[in-house]
């Protein structure tokens, strides 16, 4: 197991966690339903040529970081909420089964621990809650935190407006954009922050702006990780660092019990 750029764990005050593909195994297939879902979307509601759509997808979510985020950004308008809705709405979450195992890991970690993910809060709360994890952190960024509704500098006439904008940029990782706007979110010292990813170029983003790095779900270590783990359950064995000096921070650190995660704003 990889274990370089080793610190002590009074150096990390808080952990930010990825959540599809790293909090449960890719195996789980719902990457494959998400971009199944997402061309599907593409062809019955922004009427794509079918034969199209594939090579689109793939090229828009390389390219912006989200198929969602590069279909935005080359001038097709829909509601994100509706997105969102059709996207993962289809999911099978009855393939997502409670973790124990990682439940008790999570628990028994001192640090400060936040979700940090490019799905809406609600996909984000029905995986902890299947999951069993919803009370294992402190509060969850999403596609919402980064995305805050556009209120209007002149609202006249009364109506609330609770839609976004049709053409507003969209902000998710792997920009480092994203990445400073979550730490600034969270309120964290990038450099006593470790953050947990499936993705090598959300790693290398996280990198860039100073947090210590995790690519899950490979056990080579891919540059600039500082560790990889085949499986999360594994990041005891492989950081065991994050435990030690534990009865020194329990003092400091109130730990979540059997409460909701809040979206952070």
Not at 167 to 188: D, F, G, M, W
Not at 209 to 237: M, Q, R
Request: with cysteine.
């Amino acid at each position: 197991m990889d274990t370089v750029g080793r610190t002590t764990a009074a150096n990390y005050e808080c952990l930010l966690f990825d959540l599809d593909d790293t909090l449960y195994p890719l195996s789980t297939g719902f990457n494959l339903a998400c971009r199944r879902n997402i061309e599907e979307f593409m062809s019955q509601h922004l009427h794509i040529d079918e034969s199209e759509v594939p090579r689109m997808c793939l090229e828009l979510y390389r390219e912006h970081g989200t198929t969602m985020a590069g279909l935005k950004a080359v001038g097709y308008e829909f509601d994100n909420d509706e997105f969102h809705a059709f996207v993962h709405g289809k999911l099978p979450y009855e393939k997502l089964k409670p973790d124990p195992v990682l439940r008790n890991l999570l628990l028994s970690m001192p640090q400060r621990k936040i979700i940090f993910t490019n799905a809406d809060q609600k996909h984000a709360m029905e995986v902890l809650g299947r999951l069993g994890l919803e009370d294992c952190f402190e509060g969850i960024i999403c596609f919402e935190t980064l995305n805050p509704r556009l209120q209007p500098a002149d609202n006249t006439d009364g109506i609330e407006n609770n839609s976004f904008s049709s053409n507003q940029r969209i902000l998710c990782k792997p920009s480092l954009e994203a990445i400073e706007t979550a730490i600034r979110i969270a309120n964290v010292d990038p450099k006593k922050t470790i953050f947990f990813d499936d993705s090598a170029r959300n790693i290398a983003s996280a990198k860039a702006a100073g947090l210590h790095t995790v690519i899950v779900g490979s056990s080579v270590l891919v540059p600039p990780a500082d560790h990889a783990l085949n499986s999360i359950h594994n990041i005891k064995e492989a950081i065991p660092e994050i435990w030690e000096g534990e009865g020194e921070q329990l003092e400091q650190v109130i730990q979540p019990a059997a409460v909701e995660t809040a979206v952070l704003a």
